[in-house]
Structure formats: C-alpha cells, structure tokens
C-alpha cells in the first residue's frame, strides 16, 4: 500500500453488533494497537444521527397535527428509499470532511432540511420538507433548533483536522425483513446502500463487518438500549419491528460469496466495478459489550481477544486492499 493506514473504512453490521463499541475501543486503545489494526487516528461518520433526526422531525409533526414524513406508525420508513438518502446525508459529510467547509448558518434546522431534501431527491423522493406549510416550517425551527445544532456542531468540530494518513471511518447498518431471499431487491440491504456511496469512497474504502446473527443483534439490542439517551451512539434501542422488518436478516455475507474476488464485495455503480476489500469480526458469541463500560475498567483479556479479532479481520482488508492498489496502479 502507498500509506500505511486504511484510508476510510465502511463499519458495517446490523444494530447492536458492536460497531459502535467497537468505535468506542479504537478511539481508547494505545497507539500500538491502532497501529497494528492498520487504522489511524479516526474521524467517524455515522448515519445514526440522522436517523435520530428523522425521528424527530415526525415526533413534532405528530404534535403539530400533520403526517408523519419519514417513519409509519411502526416504525419502519414509508418510502425504502430513505436507505438512500441517509447514505447521501454521509456523502455529504464526508465531502465537507475532505474539503473543510465550515458550516455557518442562523437556522440549523433549514440547512439541515434542505440536506435532506436534496438527499432525498438524489433516490428519486421529491422534496418533503420544504413543501410543508410555513406556519409548521416555523414551528419546526423553533423546537428542532437544539437537534440541528448538535449535528452543525459535530460537523464543524471535525473540520480542522488534518486527514494525513488518518482513517475516515464511516458506519452504518442495512439488512432485510426476516425470512427474506437473497439477493434483496428494492431499496433493502446492503446491495442498495453500498451503490449510493460516492465515487470517491468506494475508490478508498475497505470494509470491516462485525457478524453477528438477527437473534443476537435482537438480544444485545434489549441490553444496550435506554430509553431516556434515545440519541446515544452506545445506547440507542431499536424497535423489534424494524429489527424484524429491516434488520431481520443481512446481505453483507452473501455479497462477498458472489464477488469473483475473494475478500472483496464487488459494487457496481457510476459506471464501474469497485471491488472493496473484507474483514470480517466474528462477534456472533458477545466479545465487545465491556466496551460499553469505562474504558478503566476493560480487562486485558477481553481486549486481547478484540484485538486479535480486530487484527484478523485487518490483515485481511490490509493484503486485498494492497493487491486492489497494485491493480489500479496498473492500469
């Protein structure tokens, strides 16, 4: 490889795998261990907070009498799509990341609305919430201001880094209903979601997938879940609705099964094959809900047992990816 660490890494799994624990044990592990993982000093992207967000959007609505815009009743989205629109809510933040644009705005609420809008017209859903009413509009900036700074703030407080042989790291969790074949068709998985990622993030990036089965991601759901820290990264619930509806089964094996390179799912999108190197993080038996806990209180076998896991699935992504680079360098 031209640079020592990964450059972005797409963290995948379903809800509750021990992606974001596992977020948690890079940002507080020693420098010899990151090293040895192949990942820098990160910067993270998440599409949480805007799923949060749409959540939030409708709880006001609700409250304003009007429709609901994002989730049925359920819980589940009204228009599968919106898989899409997170992912270029993500391509966004990562082209602010890479090109250090400053958010500067009196209304968060409007420039956040207006992302989504222009997300969402990207997979093909006309605009929704700049069609809503200007008496609600109003409304909406008033009692979502405190929302839409935390997500203007979290991206401006990464702004002046320097990304120079650091790791952008990217998370998100797609699946299907339960019981669904392979491959999954709509917007569902995935397959859907990995195509809507900009040009530049599938030139670079490699995948870390933590595995973990549905009835495991149901099981560690409950136990992580707190009802009165809904935004947390660590501790958001999911409803068994949408686990058993969206997240009831995942498509991330079985796209490095049909890859015709090993180690690899193979995107097709904007013209080209990208072929994004795998490792993946066997985690189907809990080894990462310590890492919820303080990180004073982790013991060393535990971390071991993340690290040498972690480094499994790295030295993985680490050789295809060089091989990847030694490809494109040929070309």
Same mark, same amino acid.
């Given at each position: 490889m031209s640079e020592k660490n990964f450059k972005t890494i797409l963290l995948l799994g379903l809800p509750a795998s021990g992606k974001s624990e596992i977020r948690e044990f890079i940002n507080n592990n020693s420098k010899q261990n990151i090293t040895s993982l192949h990942i820098g000093e990160n910067v993270q992207l998440d599409d949480f907070p805007y799923v949060h967000f749409f959540s939030c959007i409708d709880e006001e609505l609700i409250k304003l009498k009007q429709n609901r815009l994002f989730y049925t009743a359920q819980d589940p989205f009204i228009d599968d799509r919106d898989w899409g629109t997170l992912v270029n809510l993500l391509n966004q933040d990562y082209y602010d990341l890479v090109n250090k644009t400053k958010i500067e705005t009196a209304n968060p609420v409007a420039y956040i609305f207006d992302r989504i809008d222009e997300a969402s017209i990207t997979v093909g859903i006309r605009p929704r919430l700049s069609l809503l009413p200007t008496v609600i509009l109003n409304k909406l900036y008033v009692n979502l201001k405190a929302e839409a700074e935390k997500l203007v703030l979290l991206k401006n407080n990464q702004l002046g880094i320097d990304l120079d042989n650091k790791t952008i790291v990217i998370e998100m969790s797609r699946g299907g209903k339960d019981g669904a074949s392979f491959p999954l068709t709509g917007a569902k998985g995935y397959q859907y979601s990995l195509k809507? +990622?900009? #040009?530049?993030?599938l030139s670079d990036a490699?995948? +870390?997938?933590?595995?973990?089965? #549905?009835?495991?991601?149901r099981r560690k759901n409950a136990d992580r879940c707190d009802p009165n820290d809904p935004g947390s990264n660590l501790h958001h619930g999911v409803s068994l609705n949408v686990l058993l509806n969206d997240y009831g089964c995942d498509d991330l094996i079985y796209l490095t099964e049909i890859s015709d390179v090993k180690d690899t799912v193979k995107v097709s999108s904007w013209g080209n094959d990208y072929y994004l190197p795998t490792g993946i993080f066997d985690n189907r038996q809990d080894k990462t809900s310590f890492l919820r806990n303080d990180y004073r209180d982790w013991k060393k076998e535990d971390i071991d047992y993340v690290v040498n896991g972690l480094s499994k699935a790295t030295d993985t992504m680490y050789k295809t990816n060089a091989e990847r680079e030694i490809k494109q360098s040929a070309k």
């Open positions: 809507q +990622l900009n #040009p530049k993030i490699v995948i +870390l997938y933590v595995w973990v089965t #549905p009835e495991e991601s």
